[in-house]
């Protein structure tokens, strides 16, 4: 090879070993040609996008992609995911005759057992005993926040006899000033706190 060459090809290396070595390093990529084939664009899942990106053109129409704004679809309506059958409840919110139907239709599906009653306690301490009190006389510190005697005592002859099909439903939808706990508790940590409250309605 012909020395001026040698010293060609030296030069080119150079050149190019350099311009990597000193470009990239760190948290610097460098100089990246066609970033989008290495890095995807990162929609987020419920973000608007731009104006422009919103549409396509095809054919000679302009057609509206995300015509909500949003990147996901929203699930067509009632859709339950896989393996959720169980989180269906099939009774309207804030009616008393469904109320009285969840307690004549529903059964608890769960033995009285030690063990239920337990999580049950577990569960309600958590979640009920804030407003219902410890031993559900409706006497927890932020019943305070409430006329006085609104929160009902379990002690009552009205809860005493609310079938637990019924007390499932007010539960899981809440019942007037009392919020829902159907996204809160599973369905059988919702059992179990029935049970829990039939106890303390007896002790
Ligand atoms: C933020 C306070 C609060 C929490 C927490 C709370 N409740 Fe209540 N609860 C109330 C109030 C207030 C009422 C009275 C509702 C009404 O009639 O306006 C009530 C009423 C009830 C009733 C009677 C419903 C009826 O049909 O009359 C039951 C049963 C009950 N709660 C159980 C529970 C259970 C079980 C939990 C926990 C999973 C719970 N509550 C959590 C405030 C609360």
């Known amino acids: 090879m012909k020395s001026i060459n040698k010293v060609v090809y030296l030069l080119a290396f150079s050149a ?3 311009m990597v070595a000193c470009t990239s390093g760190g948290e610097d990529p460098g100089v990246e040609y066609a970033p989008d084939m290495y890095v995807s664009k990162g929609y987020e899942p419920m973000s608007q996008l731009e104006e422009q990106e919103r549409s396509i053109s095809f054919q000679d129409t302009i057609l509206l992609i995300n015509a909500d704004g949003k990147t996901m679809r929203d699930p067509v309506n009632n859709t339950i995911a896989r393996g959720q059958l169980e989180l269906i409840f099939p009774y309207e919110p804030g009616s008393q005759e469904e109320k009285d139907r969840a307690g004549r239709e529903l059964k608890n599906p769960l ?20 407003c219902h009190g410890d031993k559900g006389m409706g006497d927890g510190k932020v019943a305070a926040k409430y006329p006085p005697n609104y929160i009902p005592t379990y002690k009552s002859d009205r809860i005493k006899v609310m079938a637990d099909g019924a007390l499932y439903y007010a539960i899981t939808h809440g019942w007037n000033f009392m ?8 369905p059988e940590a919702r059992w179990q706190v029935v049970h829990y409250v039939n106890y303390l309605e007896q002790n």
């Open 179 to 186: 919020g829902a706990y159907g996204k809160v508790l599973k």
């Open 111 to 130: 033995p009285l057992t030690q063990a239920n009653l337990e999580k049950g306690r577990h569960y309600y301490n958590i979640n009920c005993q804030p």
């Open 16 to 18: 190019v070993t350099s």
